[in-house]
C-alpha cells in the first residue's frame, strides 16, 4: 500500500476585471459628504433653523413668538453693542467657579470610595439622597445661608455637578478590571498613586460622560438661579438678561438670549469635549 500523501491540487481564485472595477469605484459626492459628522450636524441645524423661521413668518406675532431672522437681528445687535458678551462673560465666570468646585469635591469623594468600605458606603449613601434633589430647590436655602450674590449661585452649582459627575466616576471605577488593579498594586501603587494611573485612564470614559452630565446641570441651574436671583455680580448674566426682556416685552431679545445660551452648549459640547474626547478615548482605541 502507498504510503505517499494524496495530490491536493491548490485553487487560486484571481480576482476578476469586474470584482477589481467595483472595488476601486470612488464614492459619490454624497457619499464623500455624508461621511462628514460636522457637515450632517450642519444640515440639520439649517433644516430646524428653516422650520423655526417658516413657523415664525405663518404666525405673525413676533410678540408672542418671533421669526428665526427677527432674533438673529436681536442676538447679532446684542453682540455688537457688548450687551450678551458681557451677560454671558459673567454667566461663565460663575459656572466655572462652581463647575471646578464640583469637579474637585467629587474627585476627592470618590478616591475615597474606592480606597475604603466605609468611603463607598458614604458615597453611595449620598448619591442616592441628594442627587435626584434637584439644585433648584436648594435656592430657599442657598438664600439664607450665603445670602444674595455669587456664594448661592456657586453653591447650587456645586450641587448640580457634584453627585453626577461622582457616581459617574465611581461607576468607571468599579467597572475596571480587577487584573489592572492587582497589576497597579504589584508596582506599590496605593491610594491616590494608584487612582492617579491605573483607574482614572481606565475609567476615564465614564468620567468624561460625568464631567457633560455635570456641565450640562449646571449650565441649566445656573440660568435658572439667574432668573431667580437676578443681580449677583452688579450686570447679572444671561438668565437676568432673559428675564429683564422678558419683563420689557423683547420677546426678540428673549430669544437671543436663549439663542446664545444654545450656542455655548453646542460650542462646549461639539468642540471642547469632543476634542478631549478624541486625544483621549479615541486615541486610546476605547471607543469607536
Sequence with gaps: MSTLPAFRPEIICEPSQNDAASVQAPLSTFESLYRHGWLRKSVLLIVLAAIWEAYGRWLGNSLLFPSFSETI?????????????????????????????????????????????LGNDFLETMTSM???LPAIALLPLA??????????????????????????????FRAVSKTLTMVGQNYGLKRFALVRSILVPAAFPSILTGLKIGWAFAWRTLIAAELVFGVSSGT??????????????????????????????LFVENIIFANIEKRTIRRWGMAH
Design 143 to 172: 438664600l439664607i445661608w450665603f445670602g444674595l450674590g455669587t456664594g448661592s449661585v456657586v453653591f447650587v452649582l456645586v450641587h448640580s455637578v457634584l453627585w453626577s459627575v461622582a457616581l459617574n466616576t465611581h461607576a468607571g
Design 73 to 117: 437681528s436681536a442676538f447679532v445687535s446684542g453682540i455688537s453693542s457688548g450687551v450678551l458678551l458681557e451677560r454671558a462673560a459673567v454667566s461663565l465666570q460663575t459656572l466655572v467657579m462652581g463647575y471646578v468646585i464640583g469637579i474637585a469635591l467629587a474627585s476627592l469623594l470618590t478616591t475615597v470610595a474606592i480606597s475604603s468600605k
Design 236 to 265: 447679572g448674566g444671561l438668565g437676568w438678561y432673559i428675564f429683564e426682556n422678558r419683563n420689557q416685552l423683547e420677546t426678540a431679545n428673549v430669544f437671543a438670549g436663549l439663542f446664545f445660551v444654545i450656542a455655548i452648549g
Design 130 to 132: 441628594l442627587n435626584p
